[in-house]
């Protein structure tokens, strides 16, 4: 039996990590063929572009994923009307991600004037703003076959964004229209293909579904800390662009983007694993499954981390190979925020306790700490050393997430007696 588990524990982490692999092998291609094409400057405002609508969809829908999760689980396992718990997490991601849209686009170039003074920022806003509300819905339907495991699926799917954007690149070069404009258009409509169409392949789980304010208010109420701890943790990972934007320019952010995007490979390792580990996790049922299951996590980190390593000794003639020489000063940046990301992958697996456990205010406490001493490093490093201050204040804030949530963790699992989930 346990064999078995196991057999099947290796096909979903392989089946989701081929998926997030080739989304993200796919997305660098993209991402290489425009930072050559369109040079330092105006990757940066692509890059801009990008942020905004990563940080916008934090707020409109990655913040319900795990309620959405976590109780479309439970309501097919006890049969429950479970397509009234879907409809109505949809209902939710549609109600702030439609008002994130119009706020871009009413608003824009309030914020691109008068707060980072860059007429360049108008519409990335805009377009960043009505990309959320498209991400939004694909991830949505990404959440809805993890909460099922249908991990199978999740895989084959999830590369299908970059797989149109890699079609589109070469089309809008042959006709022409490779521009900066038309490129971010580009990247929005590729959402809301797959989101919409993802939704309608959906369908038939929406069955009996009707619109019930008591499961809305039951995800609300659980997203509650995990809203705090998911902003604050895109804040440490995303907020860097627009920092970068405010004080030293475009340039400055498109040599903090290559370094970055480098390293979205290496991120989806840590994203497999919690992906695959989040409903294994809901199923543990007393304090020695527990155990033995942080200690096997704690292992399998490790080994990942030691053989990651080297990647730090090739990258410099790496990133000047695939991106050019004028990409150069972004080796420095991907080593630090390397180091920050294998940090990640040690304890970030584990802090699905807490959203098992219903301690999600250990998760938010977590992340806003860390968060204050991103904001403190920020201040200080990235007006005098601009891409490299950003990385160093990024990897302060992970080392500090690390070291709170190991104790926390402990605090959670040292009386022997104590029940897990």
């Known amino acids: ?89 949809l209902l939710i991601r549609l109600f702030f991600g439609i008002l994130l849209a ?28 009505i990309a959320s509300l498209a991400i939004t819905l694909w991830t949505f339907c990404l959440s809805t076959l993890q909460a099922t495991e249908s991990f199978i699926k999740h895989g084959l799917l999830a590369p299908l964004i970059n797989v149109i954007r890699l079609i589109a690149v070469p089309v809008l070069l042959k006709t022409g229209f490779f521009t900066l404009y038309y490129l971010i258009v580009v ?52 907020l860097a662009v627009p920092a970068l934007g405010y004080y030293s320019g475009n340039h400055e952010v498109g040599i903090y983007a290559a370094g970055s995007n480098l390293l979205l490979i290496f991120e989806h390792i840590t994203n497999t694993i919690v992906t695959v580990q989040y409903p294994k996790i809901l199923k543990l049922n007393n304090h020695a499954e527990s155990r033995q299951f942080i200690g096997k996590s704690i292992k399998l980190s490790c080994w990942v981390i030691l053989i990651l390593l080297p990647v730090l000794y090739v990258i410099e003639p790496l990133i000047v190979m695939i991106y050019g020489q004028q990409y150069f000063d972004s080796a420095l940046v991907f080593k630090i925020l390397f180091v920050g990301t294998l940090v990640t992958m040690l304890i970030q697996p584990l802090n699905l306790f807490f959203l098992a456990q219903n301690r ?47 104790i926390l963790l402990w605090t959670i699992f040292r009386h022997k007696n104590e029940v897990a989930i």
């Open 1 to 89: 039996m346990v064999k078995k588990t196991n057999k099947r524990s290796a096909v979903h982490f392989l089946a989701v990590f081929s998926g997030k692999i080739g989304a993200s092998g796919l997305g660098f291609i993209v991402s290489l063929i425009i930072a050559r094409l369109l040079g330092p400057e105006k990757f940066g405002v692509f890059s801009f572009f990008l942020i905004w609508a990563q940080i916008g969809s934090c707020f409109v829908g990655d913040i319900f994923a795990d309620a959405h999760i976590r109780n479309y689980s439970a309501s097919i396992h006890n049969n429950k009307e479970s397509g009234s718990v879907l409809f109505n997490a």
């Open 102 to 129: 119009l706020f871009g686009v009413l608003f824009n170039e309030q914020i691109a004037l008068d707060i980072f003074k860059n007429p360049d920022y108008i519409e990335p806003i805009m377009f960043g703003c």
């Open 187 to 238: 990247f929005v409509g590729s959402y809301f293909i797959c989101g919409i169409s993802t939704i309608v392949a959906l369908r038939g789980r929406f069955t009996n579904a009707s619109i019930q304010l008591i499961e809305i208010k039951r995800q609300l109420h659980f997203s509650k800390w995990v809203t705090l701890s998911l902003i604050c943790l895109v804040l440490i990972n995303f």
């Open 360 to 406: 999600t205010h250990y998760w938010g406490i977590t992340a806003m700490i860390s968060l204050i001493f991103w904001l403190f490093s920020s201040y200080y490093l990235i007006p005098v050393h601009a891409a490299i201050g950003a990385a160093v204040a990024t990897l302060v804030a992970r080392i500090i997430y690390l070291i709170i949530s190991s």
